[in-house]
C-alpha cells in the first residue's frame, strides 16, 4: 500500500478559481511532511510542515498540516496559469540515524486555463 | 512492487573514497534523474539522462557521474568523496513527453562523509 495519498491524481480549472490539493499519509515516525512544485525542471521547494494547525504561507499559496488524521492540503487562491504544474507531496521519517529519506505521493497534476 | 528503488539506503564512508549508489525503475520509463537534497530540503539537479542525452548540472562537480548500464539503471558514482558531500541523494524516473511527465522518486540515499 502507498504510505502517501494525493488527491486528486489530476485537477482542470479556470485561472481565478480556488484550489485545495489533499495528501494524506501513513507512516510510523513522522517528521515532516514537504510539498513540492514540478514543471518541466526540477521539483521546486514550496513548504516543509512539522506541527498540527499552523498554516504556512506564500502569496497564494498556503498549506496546514493535521497529525491527528495523518492529512495535510495545500490551497490556491486567485489561481494563475503559471500555477500549473505537478504538486508532490512528501514525508520525512525520523530514523535511529537522524532523518530518513522522503516517501513521495505520485502528485497532483493541475491544470490552469485562461 | 516498487517503481523507483535505492540502494543502499544509508551510506557512511570516509573522506577521499569512491563510492557509487545505485537507482533501478521498473515504471519502463525512458528518463532518470538523480538529485541532492541540500539542508534547505531543496531538490538540485545533478543529471537528466535517457538513451539519448545525458544533461548535466553545471555546478556538479566533475567527481560525480552518473553510469548507465541499461535503461532501467542510472548509478551515481562519485569519486574522492569529500565532507560536503554528505547530504541525502534521490533518484527519479518519468516518461517524458507522455501526459505529465510526472517524476517519481525513490527513497533516498543518506550519505554521510567522515
Known amino acids: 500500500e502507498d504510505k502517501v495519498v494525493q488527491s486528486p491524481l489530476s485537477l482542470v480549472v479556470h485561472e481565478g478559481d480556488t484550489v485545495t490539493l489533499n495528501c494524506s499519509y501513513e507512516v510510523t515516525n513522522f517528521r515532516s511532511l514537504l510539498w513540492y512544485k514540478q514543471e518541466k525542471k526540477a521539483p521546486t521547494f514550496l513548504f516543509m510542515l512539522t506541527s498540527s494547525g499552523i498554516e504556512k504561507k506564500s502569496g497564494r499559496l498556503s498549506s496546514i498540516l493535521d497529525k491527528k488524521e495523518l492529512f495535510s492540503i495545500l490551497n490556491i487562491t486567485a489561481t494563475q496559469t503559471g500555477d500549473s504544474a505537478v504538486y508532490l507531496c512528501?514525508?520525512?521519517?525520523?530514523?535511529?540515524?537522524?532523518?530518513?529519506?522522503?516517501?513521495f505521493g505520485k502528485g497532483t497534476h493541475l491544470i490552469i486555463q485562461p | 512492487d516498487t517503481a523507483v528503488s535505492q540502494t543502499p539506503k544509508y551510506l557512511v564512508t570516509q573522506m577521499g573514497n569512491d563510492k557509487s549508489i545505485k537507482c533501478e525503475q521498473n515504471?519502463?520509463?525512458?528518463?532518470m534523474y538523480w538529485y541532492k537534497q541540500d539542508s534547505k530540503k531543496f531538490l538540485k539537479i545533478m543529471f537528466s539522462y535517457n538513451n539519448k542525452e545525458l544533461i548535466i548540472n553545471e555546478t556538479v562537480p566533475n567527481r560525480f557521474s552518473p553510469k548507465s548500464p541499461d535503461k532501467a539503471h542510472l548509478n551515481l558514482h562519485i569519486n574522492s568523496l569529500e565532507l560536503g558531500d554528505s547530504a541525502v541523494y534521490f533518484c527519479a524516473s518519468s516518461q517524458v513527453g507522455v501526459g505529465t511527465d510526472t517524476q517519481y522518486f525513490g527513497p533516498g540515499t543518506r550519505l554521510t562523509v567522515l
Open positions: 515504471l519502463g520509463h525512458d528518463t
Open positions: 512528501a514525508v520525512e521519517e525520523w530514523s535511529g540515524g537522524g532523518a530518513d529519506g522522503l516517501t
